[in-house]
T-cell receptor, first 114, second 114 residues
C-alpha cells in the first residue's frame, strides 16, 4: 500500500538557521508530491508541488523541495527560518487508485526559537 | 483565489446530537473532500464527492454521512455524535478528478462533543 512517512514529529530551530523537513514515500511509479503548511488554528496552505520535470521545486515563502527518486524522498528546505514559519508541515502523495485521493504524512511540527 | 469556507470555526455539541458541518467552495470545483485531523495521525479522509449527489467512502467513514445537493456545497453529518468524534474537521476541494489535482482547504472546524 502507498504510504508517506514524516519521521520527525517535532523539530526546533533557531530563527535564521536552515531547515530541512524529511518526507519519504512508498510508490511504484512516478509520484505526484505536495508540501502543505498549517499555521495554528488554520487550514492547510499549499507550499509547493512536484508533478514532473526539474527535481528541485521552488515554492512560496522561500521554501524549496528536492525530489530524489533513488531515496524515495521529497524533503522540504529553507535556508533561513523566520519566526512566522512556526507551524505544522504535511507531505502528501496522490494515490494511484482511480479516485486520485491524497495520502498524507502525519506531519512535522516546527518550533522556531527567537 | 480559490476560497473554501467552513461555516463554523468552533462547535460544541452533546453526545447523541445530530451535527451538520457545512463547506462551500466558490471555484466551481468538481471534487470535494472531508478530512478529520487528530494529533499524531495526520489527515484521514472521511468521504469525498466527485459530482453532485455522488459520494465515495474514504478511509474512516463509520459514524459519518455526507450530502452534496449543489456543486458548491458539501455537508458532513454526524448522525449521533459521540465523544470519539471530537476532532478538527477540514474540508477541501479540487478542480477535477485527474491525477494532477491540487486540493484547496478551508480553515477547519474544531468540534468538541461532550
Amino acid at each position: 500500500a502507498q504510504s508517506v512517512t514524516q519521521p520527525d514529529i517535532h523539530i526546533t530551530v533557531s530563527e535564521g538557521a536552515s531547515l530541512e523537513l524529511r518526507c519519504n514515500y512508498s510508490y511504484g511509479a512516478t509520484p505526484y508530491l505536495f508540501w502543505y503548511v498549517q499555521s495554528p488554528g488554520q487550514g492547510l496552505q499549499l507550499l509547493l508541488k512536484y508533478f514532473s520535470g526539474d527535481t528541485l521545486v521552488q515554492g512560496i515563502k522561500g521554501f524549496e523541495a528536492e525530489f530524489k527518486r533513488s531515496q524515495s524522498s521529497f524533503n522540504l528546505r529553507k535556508p533561513s527560518v523566520h519566526w512566522s514559519d512556526a507551524a505544522e508541515y504535511f507531505c502528501a502523495v496522490v494515490s494511484t487508485s482511480g479516485t486520485y485521493k491524497y495520502i498524507f504524512g502525519t506531519g512535522t511540527r516546527l518550533k522556531v526559537l527567537a | 483565489d480559490v476560497k473554501v469556507t467552513q461555516s463554523s470555526r468552533y462547535l460544541v455539541k452533546r453526545t447523541g446530537e445530530k451535527v451538520f458541518l457545512e463547506c462551500v467552495q466558490d471555484m466551481d470545483h468538481e471534487n470535494m473532500f472531508w478530512y478529520r485531523q487528530d494529533p499524531g495521525l495526520g489527515l484521514r479522509l472521511i468521504y469525498f464527492s466527485y459530482d453532485v449527489k455522488m459520494k465515495e467512502k474514504g478511509d474512516i467513514p463509520e459514524g459519518y454521512s455526507v450530502s452534496r445537493e449543489k456543486k458548491e456545497r458539501f455537508s458532513l453529518i454526524l448522525e449521533s455524535a459521540s465523544t470519539n468524534q471530537t476532532s478538527m474537521y477540514l474540508c477541501a476541494s479540487s478542480l477535477s478528478a485527474r491525477r494532477k489535482n491540487i486540493q484547496y482547504f478551508g480553515a477547519g472546524t474544531r468540534l468538541s462533543v461532550l
